[in-house]
Each structure stands twice: as C-alpha cells, then as structure tokens.
C-alpha cells in the first residue's frame, strides 16, 4: 500500500529500476478508482516511492545520494498540485544534517494512513523512521536500547489498531513498544 493515498483515490507506480544506480527515475501517478492515468513524473536521479499523503497532494520519494551506495538516502516531498519536488528534505530537526543511512526492513502504516513507520538496518543498530506524511515532517526512533543484538532483518513493525503504538517483534515475539504521541521506546520483559 505504500503508493496508494488512504484517501483511496490516487495510486503512484514507478518504474522498476533495472540497474543501481538509474540516472532518471518515472512515476505514473493514476486515479485508483478508475486507475486512469492523471500524470507521468520524470526526475534526474535515483528515486524510489516512499509514501503518499492520506490525501494524495504529496508524494513522498526516497532519494538515493551516493552513486553506488544505496544505504545513503534522504526523505523528499513531490507536490502533486504543483508538479514539483520540494526544495529541502524531510528530516527529523533532531538529527545531523545531511544524507541518513540504512537498508529499510519493514512497513507499517498507521491506521489512518498519516504516519509510515519503517524499520531500518541502521550502521549502528535499527532504527524506525517515522515519516507525518500529513504534515511533512519525520523523526528517528532509536532502537539500540531494545535491539540486544536482534538482526533487524528478523524485526518487524505492528501497529495497535487505534494507532496509539508500534509494537517491535522479533519472529513475532514482541521486545518493544513505541508510544505514538511520545515516541519513547518501552523494552517488553521476556516471557
């Protein structure tokens, strides 16, 4: 569900890339009830879908910054009225400047489609970029204090359905709890 508005009306589809890195990436951006299609986007670089607003206004792009690191990334907003991308990254204020780095793991969404949670294999350890795809900001949630050494390939995210937290399983059994409006990370006790 990653390229469909929770609105329900507009789906984005890219173009697979067929090597790393591409020097121009396209998105079909179509009504997904009658999945006619409404624009095509063509960017100069190496872009993939990320997220879409609830309301299908903003396209939310993973944009790859180093030739032939993938791991090396920056969040950025595509204006889906105005038919262009957005000058500055989306970034967490709290974190260094500049590209962040990881391989994503997993997804999950919140049951409103406003916030996309995704788990990433962090250089250091995992970490969840919560991305307000309403408001256009993020944050990082560090996961170094839960992790104990868990592969975060073997992490997945769950959320609660009144959206009011993100569960961290390890092969299904939960190690973490993340407050939605706090974003404070709660270790679970082992069974």
Do not use: K, Q
């Not at 038919?83 to 974190?95: C, F, S």
């Not at 991305?131 to 073997?154: F, H, K």
């Amino acid at each position: 569900t990653t390229g469909l508005s929770a609105n329900g009306e507009t789906l984005v589809l890219s173009r697979p890339v067929i090597r790393f890195p591409s020097s121009r990436s396209e998105f079909a951006v179509l009504d997904a009830e009658r999945l006619r299609l409404r624009e095509t986007i063509s960017l100069h670089g190496n872009f993939g879908v990320d997220a879409i607003s609830p309301d299908g206004r903003t396209l939310y792009l993973i944009e790859y910054v180093a030739r032939f690191d993938p791991s090396r990334y920056r969040v950025r907003a595509y204006d889906l009225r105005r038919e262009r991308l957005v000058p500055d990254a989306v970034v967490d204020p709290n974190e260094e400047p500049g590209s962040m780095y990881g391989y994503p793991v997993t997804r999950a969404m919140s049951p409103d489609g406003r916030w996309a949670y995704t788990l990433y294999d962090g250089r250091e350890y995992p970490f969840i970029h919560a991305l307000d795809t309403s408001e256009g900001t993020a944050l990082c949630i560090d996961l170094d204090s839960v992790s104990g050494g868990v592969p975060a390939n073997r992490m997945r995210l769950d959320t609660a359905p009144d959206g009011s937290a993100i569960e961290v399983l390890d092969r299904g059994t939960p190690i973490a709890t993340v407050d939605t409006t706090t974003f404070e990370v709660s270790p679970v006790p082992p069974a």
